[in-house]
């Protein structure tokens, strides 16, 4: 149990696009999500904190108007890079909670993108 | 501001022999924390995690341990295996919040 899924796994894009990425809980209902930016060889950096119906908490240093969250559903969140550049070519991961464990979050498999 | 952090970077251990990962936290309001294996390409994964009431705790091959003294926590594998190769974090929460804060990472290389 506890498993959480992104699409796509990877998505190379053209300077200026924007870009989305899903992340579902497949067999429970998340009340937050979480997500994370890791570059290379460094550690996850959390981005922002997304509880289901309502707007997301970003961390600071991370626009919000760059970087949208929507969590409109217990087993749906999705983010979009908007007018992405090639710095924000990075591994991006979600994680998920439940009521019943709210400590523990459950990682998806990330999500790769190069902005050329 | 405080946060999580690892005294080594890369360890290389004998395929058998027993691995050591070391953590130092800093915020003693923390009383959760959690070791994460990440392999290449892919997102972290639960290993185990400890309250700050307890110092010890075992899983299958896997022990942690916590000296909130030090601040220091570890992570202890038995019978390493070239499977356990990857990256290990520390993760830090405090009471109940859902929030938590990842340390640097330590690479494992498990030679054959």
């Known amino acids: 149990g506890a498993v959480v899924s992104q699409h796509p796994s990877w998505v190379i894009c053209k300077s200026g696009t924007s870009v989305k990425i899903e992340c579902r809980s497949l067999d429970f209902q998340a009340t937050t999500m979480f997500w994370y930016r890791q570059f290379p060889k460094q550690s996850l950096m959390l981005m922002a904190t997304s509880n289901e119906g309502s707007k997301a908490t970003y961390e600071q240093g991370v626009e919000k108007d760059k970087f949208l969250i929507n969590h409109a559903s217990l087993t749906l969140s999705t983010l979009t890079v908007t007018s992405a550049h090639p710095e924000d070519s990075s591994f991006y991961i979600c994680?998920?909670?439940?009521?019943?464990?709210?400590?523990?979050?459950?990682f998806g498999p990330g999500t790769r993108l190069l902005v050329l | 501001g405080e946060s999580v952090g690892l005294h080594l970077p890369t360890l290389s251990v004998q395929e058998g022999d027993n691995s050591i990962i070391n953590c130092a936290y800093s915020?003693?309001?923390?009383?959760?924390f959690i070791w994460y294996k990440q392999e290449s390409g892919k997102g972290p994964q639960f290993i185990i995690d400890i309250r700050s009431n307890m110092d010890k705790r075992q899983g299958q091959r896997v022990t942690v341990l916590l000296n909130k003294t030090v601040k220091h926590l570890s992570l202890q594998i038995a019978a390493t295996q070239p499977g356990d190769s990857a990256v290990y974090f520390c993760?830090?929460?405090?009471?109940?919040?859902?929030?938590?804060?990842f340390g640097i990472g330590t690479k494992l290389q498990v030679i054959p």
């Open positions: 994680s998920a909670s439940n009521r019943r464990s709210q400590e523990t979050q459950y």
């Open positions: 993760a830090e929460n405090i009471g109940g919040y859902q929030k938590v804060t």
């Open positions: 915020n003693s309001a923390s009383d959760y």
